[in-house]
């Protein structure tokens, strides 16, 4: 249901976790994701952990669906003198090609306890369905 278009995504997400880079609009990190069906659905799960609803960016163009999103720093006061600071600030996106059985049309989306899911209906031309066979009284049922 989901074709990769991009090889080397992962160590790409290694090298930046080991450097210490973060995402830019030119260049955006990666996001973790799990894809898998469940039932006439195909899920999307992608972690995007203290991003707001109003800085996450879902698009499909033809088959390609695009996340991005962006974790802006925390407003500080002046007095605040940062310890350490290991999570992610940045531009995250995600393209994934979808396959033509999905539904592009009835993407639904959810966002909770930082996870965004993405749910894609199964395109009713790539369910089961029987085919009668016609012609002959008594004409049999073969499932395709």
Same mark, same amino acid.
């Given at each position: ?9 992962e160590l790409d997400r290694l090298t930046q976790q080991l450097m210490g880079t ?23 799960a992608l972690d995007l952990p203290g991003v707001s609803t109003d800085a996450i ?11 991005? +999103? @962006? /974790?802006?720093?925390?407003? =500080? ?12 600030? !940045? ?10 059985t999905l539904d592009t049309e009835h993407i639904k989306a959810d966002y909770d ?9 199964? +395109? @009713? /031309?790539?369910?089961?369905? =029987? ?12 499932? !395709?």
């Amino acid at each position: 249901m989901l074709m990769r278009t991009d090889p080397f995504r992962e160590l790409d997400r290694l090298t930046q976790q080991l450097m210490g880079t973060s995402g830019t609009w030119s260049r955006p990190s990666p996001m973790p994701m799990d894809a898998y069906r469940e039932g006439e659905e195909y899920v999307i799960a992608l972690d995007l952990p203290g991003v707001s609803t109003d800085a996450i960016d879902i698009d499909v163009e033809r088959n390609m669906l695009t996340v991005k +999103a @962006e /974790r802006r720093p925390v407003t =500080k006061a002046d007095t605040v003198q940062m310890e350490l600071s290991e999570r992610p600030l !940045g531009v995250f996106s995600r393209q994934l090609m979808l396959a033509d059985t999905l539904d592009t049309e009835h993407i639904k989306a959810d966002y909770d306890a930082g996870v965004l899911t993405l749910r894609i209906p199964i +395109a @009713e /031309r790539a369910k089961p369905r =029987k085919i009668s066979i016609g012609g002959e009284p008594g004409h049999k049922q073969i499932s !395709g």
